[in-house]
Every structure is written in structure tokens, then in C-alpha cells.
Nanobody, 124 residues
């Protein structure tokens, strides 16, 4: 079992930055691939970024490359998402997710555990 709690969301102006955190509990965190997803009102949940258990591999959706950075600290059981140069279209609830069993980083259904989400709102 992995429990996930996101924090760090908020209201920012376009061009601003936020750092999202996802604190995990459970023994399998350090061996789990992790992902960040987001869901805007009326839209499907979409992949944003993923990171392997050992931080060797990272993945991003095209629209966030160069602006978002995913990282993790297995000693703190925490995964981060640094978001820079925010745009109004980044407005969404951001979720972190864990997939201890592996699978695709990009597919919602391949993740076993989800946090409750943190709201990011970007004003223009």
C-alpha cells in the first residue's frame, strides 16, 4: 500500500512558478515509478511527467517540456514537480500517482495509487 498526499498548489499569475510536493507513506515508494497527472474541468486526466524509481529516467508531455521538472527524494519519500513559466492552460488539479508494479508511465490505468490532488490556478 502507498498513501500519497500532494501539496504546494495555489493561485499564481502567468509566468510564475510553483513547486508541488507529494509525500508518500508505505514501504514500496522507493521501488515505485511515480507520475504527475492533471485534470482540468470538463477534461480527461492527462499525463504530465513521470520518473523511474531510481530517478534515472524522466518523461514529460510535450507541452510542459522545458518548464516542468520532476524529481524525487527516496530518503524523504517525496516526489516533486517544479513548475515554471506557468500558463493559464496549466490550470488544473494536479495528482501524483504511484505504480509499484511498473507499466506505462503515460497511462492513467497503469497507476495503482493516487493522491487527492492539489489545485493549480494560473491567472492571465
Amino acid at each position: 500500500q502507498v498513501q500519497l498526499v500532494e501539496s504546494g498548489g495555489g493561485l499564481v499569475q502567468a509566468g510564475g512558478s510553483l513547486r508541488l510536493s507529494c509525500a508518500a507513506s508505505g514501504r514500496t515508494f522507493s521501488s515505485s515509478a511515480m507520475g504527475w497527472f492533471r485534470q482540468a474541468p470538463g477534461k480527461d486526466r492527462e499525463f504530465v511527467a513521470g520518473i523511474s524509481w531510481n530517478s534515472v529516467a524522466t518523461y514529460y508531455r510535450g507541452s510542459v517540456k522545458g518548464r516542468f521538472t520532476i524529481s524525487r527524494d527516496n530518503t524523504k519519500n517525496t516526489v516533486y514537480l517544479q513548475i515554471n513559466s506557468l500558463k493559464p492552460e496549466d490550470t488544473a488539479v494536479y495528482y501524483c500517482a504511484a505504480t509499484p508494479g511498473g507499466g506505462s508511465y503515460f497511462i492513467v490505468g497503469d497507476y495503482d495509487y493516487w493522491g487527492q490532488g492539489t489545485q493549480v490556478t494560473v491567472s492571465s
